[in-house]
């Protein structure tokens, strides 16, 4: 029931309604059950069309009166093929009319493809211009788009036709969401990256860019074209890669990150590790025991195969049947070792741009500009300009990004969780991109408003991290990829969840001070790192049990909790 | 006149009730005998006796027996056989015999086989990279390859790719994005840009948001107030908008979206298969949601 507004109605109106509707119950009991006694008995005959027809016309949902029908046409194909025909012909302005009153039948729309697919001289032309009436009407019908996309495939329109189609109706109305979506399936197609698969080749980019912009400026408060500018400054898909290696003597353990999550359990994904040329028999296991898929994966090495001081040891890792590899030396008298993709090298967080490509953004971010100047509360503007300046230049553009943020913040309340978060994912990136330059591998990230954690498998290195003063809620499942983690700094948050706080073979000290824990179970995950030393926990709730810190020492036997 | 949808809306009236704590007061046994009619020899469930199989009544049909802790009623054996009858050289499923695809059947394929502990029944790389083939630059999912992304289409293919174990290939960020902006300033949630609040998106939108791991990027307060504002004073249920009329399918998509946001007066409801958390748990499901 969509959209049907309920009416008061007087006791004898009602009673009026009341037999209306019993009278045209009565009509399709009856004829229902005359379509059923026909199918039941075989009797694959005209009056049985006409009889579904009727019924159909009133409600065209009905999907075992459809599926009648063929089964009458298809029993007449054996000897009466003209037959068929001819009631093939009769079955599309049949279906128009039904299509009519209800737009959005599902089985009206599927029973017309097989229609026409059936049907021996289909005018694919006609259909493709009924398609285009129904489209005048509502412009956003999805199923009668997706029935122009199966008239386009049979009828061999070539997708630059369809392209053309899509400009018109934009240029009639530009908040046609639907048509800017079809737009995004085709260019890739008529115009593809050469060597970014599913992108669109730059000429065509930097074109879209501005009809993009045509839009918008037109009308700044319309979505659609917003939507479709954040596509074209999204990034081609994540290509599979290897991005770090590491080794630990001391741990006797090999960690390998991938560029996306991965299954390694799986034959076909299978990574071969070499230590010193020889291919080791290895088994991977992921940093949290639970995953299936993830970005890291850890293995352990036998005792001795790494010995010697003076001797220098080679870890490779072969991955994809070799196509993928990466390996780490390990210098004589080092404990540990590692080679790692650069975030700065790989624009983990910008964009590859070409001349062309980075002066035309920077014009549309000197317009967008202006634009936010005519219409300072504009949530659609105040976002792309944000976007505009983490993919030219993120620490560039630092604070002029967390004003408008401030701003966002306060235009839009109702997506103000998105937005914080947003917000928080661009300053670990920050924080990334900081930490290497410095070279260092301590991550600043205290008093920055995260409301969660981001990029966490590209923190595999990572010693020292400090979250404190945050509004973290919970240190995620993910974290325990951090295996070189040594000190954890994540005070005054409100944290009640530190499930990530798990299997970190290398970590000490932990500051929880001030945070929303308040049972022991809470705590649980942290008796997997073995290594621990100090774990701080004033200020939450947990710490008022009763006998809490004999408690936590029977917890974690094997720490010295303070 | 609603017998061609009659398992489903069983589903959503059982549903709504066992989430009010009411299941009790349902006639079991009628209900149960009315579903011995339904199976077909091929194995697919009809919307009701005299009608034909179809996956969409398949998947009610294991929901209620679910439910009810009673799949025994029907052929299992040839349910998961009708449901592997179904999947298409593609990868993709077939709604019934006569061919639609669509990935809403794709999901009643997953959900059906989860529930009955049988996902080894079809071929999952195949069906996984069908799924994927529907995603679009917003970061949702439409029918079929090339439609556009619709909320309660996304509720089917994140649903699916959390049954599956592969939410990871969804770009939750971009997703949920576009889902957060189906908020509008009533609070309600439409399920595609430019279109009209309605109670069910609370369900297809949260639910996804839920599987993301996003559910607090929209405002539950205003979601809660309009969800509310839906009820009818008179007759307790629920419709798409204030003052419309109320129907099953609203009432059980109105009440699940208030379990999601923690009304505390419904059962937890688990946000991939809209049913109680206590019955998937008593099945020993597990379903990992990104956190």
């Known amino acids: 029931m969509h959209g049907r507004v309920k009416v008061k109605t007087s006791a004898e109106q009602a009673e009026t309604k009341r037999k209306e509707r019993e009278k045209k119950l009565k009509l399709y009991q009856v004829a229902s059950a005359a379509a059923a006694s026909k199918r039941a008995n075989g009797e694959f005959d005209k009056e049985a069309l006409e009889i579904t027809q009727n ?312 317009s967008c500009r202006q634009l936010l100047d005519l219409e300072p509360e504009n949530k659609w503007c105040l976002l792309t300009c944000i976007l505009l300046s983490r993919v030219l230049d993120p620490l560039g553009h630092a604070s002029k990004t967390l004003t408008w943020f401030k701003k966002l913040l306060a235009v839009d309340p109702l997506r103000t969780g998105y937005y914080k978060d947003l917000r928080s994912k661009y300053q670990v990136e920050d924080g990334l991109l900081c930490m290497e330059y410095a070279e260092t591998r301590v991550l600043h990230l205290a008093r920055k408003e995260l409301t969660s954690l981001f990029h966490l498998d590209l923190m595999v290195l990572v010693t020292h991290l400090d979250v404190s003063g945050n509004c973290l809620h919970v240190l995620p499942l993910a974290m325990s990829c951090l295996q070189c983690l040594q000190v954890l700094h994540a005070d005054d948050n409100e944290i009640e969840d530190i499930e990530g706080v798990r299997n970190l073979p290398v970590l000490q000290d932990v500051c929880l001070k001030n945070n929303r824990l308040a049972h022991l179970s809470q705590l649980q995950p942290l008796t997997s790192c073995c290594r621990l030393v100090s774990v701080e926990l004033g200020g939450n709730l947990v710490e008022n049990l009763p006998d809490f810190y004999t408690h936590l020492h029977e917890l974690l036997t094997h720490t010295r909790p303070v | 006149m609603t017998e061609y949808l009659r398992m489903s809306g069983v589903y959503w009236g059982i549903t709504a009730m066992d989430l009010t704590g009411s299941l009790t007061r349902m006639d079991r046994e009628s209900i149960l005998e009315f579903m011995r009619h339904c199976q077909h020899d091929c194995g697919g469930i009809g919307a009701s006796q005299g009608h034909d199989p179809h996956l969409l009544y398949t998947l009610s049909a294991v929901q209620i027996l679910t439910l009810f802790d009673n799949l025994n009623t029907i052929d299992l054996e040839k349910v998961v056989e009708y449901i592997r009858s179904l999947q298409q050289k593609d990868g993709s499923f077939a ?197």
């Open chain 1, 55 to 366: 019924i159909l016309e009133q409600n065209p949902d009905i999907a075992s009166l459809w599926n009648f029908r063929r089964e009458i046409l298809l029993f007449w194909e054996k000897d009466r093929q003209e037959e068929v025909q001819e009631v093939l012909s009769l079955e599309l302005p049949f279906l128009e009319s039904c299509l009519r009153v209800n737009p959005k039948s599902y089985g009206a729309w599927h029973h017309r493809a097989w229609v026409l697919v059936h049907a021996k001289h289909t005018d694919w032309a006609k259909e493709l211009r009924l398609c285009g009436a129904f489209l005048q009407k509502d412009e956003r019908n999805f199923h009668c788009w997706d029935h122009r996309r199966f008239v386009v495939q049979h009828a061999g329109i070539p997708d630059t036709d369809e392209l053309e189609y899509t400009s018109q109706l934009i240029s009639t109305n530009f908040s046609n969401y639907s048509a800017w979506h079809y737009r995004s399936c085709l260019l890739p197609r008529i115009y593809p990256d050469p060597e970014q698969k599913g992108r669109v080749a730059e000429d065509q980019l930097l074109k879209e860019y501005e009809l993009a912009q045509n839009a918008f400026f037109t009308d700044p408060s319309d979505q659609s074209a917003w939507f479709y500018h954040r596509w074209l400054l999204g990034r081609a898909e994540i290509e599979d890669a290897i991005t770090c290696v590491y080794v630990s003597k001391p741990l006797q353990t090999v960690l390998v990150s991938f560029s996306k999550p991965v299954n390694l359990r799986n034959e076909e994904d299978e990574a071969v590790l070499f230590v010193d040329s020889r291919p080791f028999p290895s088994k991977w296991q992921v940093p949290d025991k639970r995953s299936t898929f993830s970005h890291v994966w850890v293995c352990k090495l036998p005792p001795g195969l790494l010995e010697g001081e003076t001797l220098q040891h080679c870890l490779h890792v072969s991955w994809k049947d070799g196509r993928l590899k990466k390996e780490c030396l390990l210098y004589p008298g080092s404990k540990e070792s590692w080679c790692q993709d650069s975030a700065t090298d790989q624009k983990l967080f910008s964009l590859e741009l070409s001349i062309e490509k980075s002066s035309v953004l920077r014009a549309e971010m000197d």
């Open chain 2, 95 to 291: 709604g019934d015999k006569w061919g639609e695809v669509d990935t809403r059947f794709s999901f009643c394929a997953v959900a059906t086989l989860a529930l009955l502990g049988r996902l080894d029944a079809i071929r999952m790389e195949e069906a996984v990279t069908f799924v994927l083939s529907c995603m679009n630059f917003d970061g949702g999912f439409g029918c079929r390859p090339g439609s556009e992304s619709h909320a309660g289409q996304v509720y089917c293919c994140v649903g699916f790719l959390t049954i599956v174990g592969r939410l990871h290939l969804v770009n939750a960020d971009l997703l949920g994005w576009w889902l957060c902006e189906r908020q509008l300033p009533s609070g309600g949630l439409n399920g595609r840009p430019e279109k009209l609040p309605d109670v069910c998106y609370s369900w297809w939108v949260l639910a996804s948001l839920r599987m993301l791991g996003r559910l607090c990027w929209i405002d539950s307060k205003r979601l809660r107030t309009f969800i509310l504002a839906c009820q009818d004073e008179e007759t307790g249920g629920f419709a798409d908008r204030p003052g419309d009329v109320v129907d099953l399918f609203h009432t059980l998509f109105g009440l699940a979206g208030l379990s999601l946001l923690g009304e505390t007066q419904l059962k937890p409801v688990n946000p991939v298969l809209c049913l109680p958390e206590e019955t998937i748990q008593r099945l020993g499901l597990h379903l990992q949601l990104l956190n």
